[in-house]
């Protein structure tokens, strides 16, 4: 929506001091657009809505929201429209294969200025690296990444972060795990984008070799002076660990499905990995999950997956409330 | 011939591109689009003693005019480069090349699901300079990491070749 800052990034600005931008109006590209006191604002809000109950708020009344799913994700689309619903807002969306159809041929740019046109914000999700970012410079209205490419997946951090906040009362201090793939996986590497903006005690990434967190987040890790440490085996350092954030390893991103199957055992977690871990241990995942979690921890304290993916709606709320400028 | 008679030859009017890194030459005749089949008289100098560089290399285009768009891609692969334009045998006007702080247009994404490699998508590529020293680029749109090796593969035209 801002194609006049389009040169220099919002955090530029938040870093120096210059402005203080708040989010009305603000696309949602990438959570290093962010300063921790935006987030702090966000969670604050995110908190008094989630107090409110289920009820339905009449704030984004005769607004339209456009969700623009280009890459299939029934969770996070979900979680976008009742957001937007209980604002009071009207959805308009489509999804995977239909993407397919309303493209048809044609290239993103021309699907933007159309939705653009009919609605007052935009959601996207993309798999190509980028495109919410030049979804945004085309649009007049605000967007917002709904998942693009490998890297951003903006929402989901603040709720990882969100969840964290109401778990343990702060982010800061905590020892955290990120697990499983730190390459590929947009919401490990939000997420650990995300933490950079707050003082972890200590960050490991957990993962097999080919896996590895890309030298991109290597480099803003040591920029903004965390200290963390690539691991390759959970089990070296969970009585460490506060805070265990787990994803998916992908079958696909093996060239051999041996070297697959061998890795696979061992960064599933199960309740025999966690008679290691501290009591006060929480395991937060993005969902959906397979089988990198054992069900047997599903039941456990150690779970917070569940509260994690329950707190999408209020933060996405927070949002969009804050986006459109709204007071509730 | 020896290597000050190399340096000295003189054009009546032109461009020299001095203090190339050595080897560079060729890559920044490509730079520039000169294959050799325009006509231009073209004098390519390739590992020659130098005091800044240790060894340079030094192209002299005789009657070429460089455009600030070709200076800035020059930069990319020869960031030690200085331009010297040639006017009746004089120097009329001397400058070091800069790798601009953001590089629009002249380079390609290496990472193949970047947004600005996306078939008929109307977006430039757009790169920030995010380290003069050693030179490392960082595309806008998807943070992919260019050092200074890896750009003369990635130059607009030529990378299809490469990739
Ligand atoms: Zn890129």
């Given amino acids: 929506m801002c194609p006049l800052t389009a040169y220099i990034p919002v955090s530029h600005y938040v870093v120096m001091g210059f402005v203080k931008l708040g989010f009305k109006g603000r696309d949602v590209i990438s959570i290093l657009d962010f300063s921790r006191e935006d987030l702090e604002e966000l969670f604050a809000y995110a908190d008094r809505i989630e107090k409110m109950g289920r009820v339905k708020l009449r704030v984004l009344e005769g607004k339209i929201i456009a969700l623009a799913f280009f890459e299939p994700s029934t969770r996070t689309r979900l979680s976008?429209?009742?957001?937007?619903?209980?604002?009071?807002?009207?959805?308009?969306?489509?999804?995977?294969?239909?993407?397919?159809?309303?493209?048809?041929?044609?290239?993103?740019?021309?699907?933007?200025?159309?939705?653009?046109?009919?609605?007052?914000?935009?959601?996207?999700?993309?798999?190509?690296?980028?495109?919410?970012?030049?979804?945004?410079?085309?649009?007049?209205?605000?967007?917002?990444?709904?998942?693009?490419?490998?890297?951003?997946?903006?929402?989901?951090?603040?709720?990882?972060?969100?969840t964290v906040k109401k778990l343990y009362g702060t982010i800061d201090g905590l020892t955290y795990a990120v697990v499983g793939d730190l390459r590929y996986g947009r919401a490990a590497t939000s997420f650990i984008y995300a933490l950079t903006l707050f003082k972890p005690k200590f960050v490991y990434l957990v993962s097999p070799p080919l896996l590895r967190a890309r030298p991109e987040t290597l480099k803003l890790l040591q920029e903004r002076g965390i200290r963390f440490k690539e691991v390759e085996n959970i089990g070296d350092v969970i009585s460490d660990v506060d805070v265990m954030y787990v994803t998916r390893i992908q079958k696909e991103r093996f060239p051999d499905p041996l070297e697959y199957e061998k890795v696979k055992g061992s960064y599933k977690i199960t309740m025999d990995i966690l008679s290691h871990a501290k009591k006060e241990l929480r395991i937060l995942h993005p969902l959906p999950k397979v089988d990198e979690i054992d069900p047997e921890v599903d039941k456990s304290p150690y779970a917070a997956y569940f509260l994690q993916a329950a707190y999408g709606v209020p933060v996405r709320m927070a949002l969009l409330a804050l986006i459109f400028g709204v007071e509730i | 011939m020896s290597t000050s008679t190399l340096s000295v030859s003189k054009l009546r009017n032109g461009t020299v591109i001095d203090h190339i890194p050595a080897g560079r030459a060729l890559d920044v005749l490509r730079v520039l689009g000169i294959t050799g089949k325009e006509g231009l008289r073209i004098a390519i100098i390739m590992n020659v003693e130098s005091k800044k560089l240790g060894k340079k290399d030094i192209v002299k285009i005789e009657g070429k005019k460089l455009s600030r768009e070709e200076v800035s891609a020059i930069a990319l692969i020869a960031p030690t480069a200085t331009i010297n334009i040639i006017s009746e045998f004089n120097v009329v006007s001397k400058f070091r090349v800069e790798v601009p702080e953001i590089v629009e247009g002249i380079l390609l994404c290496p990472n193949p699901t970047c947004i600005t490699n996306k078939h008929q998508e109307p977006v430039v590529p757009r790169f920030r300079r995010i380290s003069k020293n050693p030179l490392i680029l960082q595309c806008d749109y998807c943070g992919t990491l260019l050092s200074e090796s890896d750009i003369a593969n990635y130059i607009r035209g030529r990378a299809h070749e490469t990739r």
């Fill in chain 1, 80 to 162: 976008f429209e009742t957001a937007a619903k209980r604002l009071g807002a009207d959805v308009i969306s489509f999804s995977g294969e239909e993407a397919i159809s309303v493209a048809k041929g044609e290239n993103l740019a021309d699907t933007i200025r159309m939705l653009d046109n009919y609605s007052d914000l935009i959601v996207i999700r993309h798999r190509y690296e980028g495109a919410a970012k030049f979804a945004a410079e085309i649009a007049k209205n605000p967007v917002i990444n709904a998942g693009d490419g490998k890297q951003h997946h903006p929402t989901q951090a603040m709720i990882d972060l969100y």
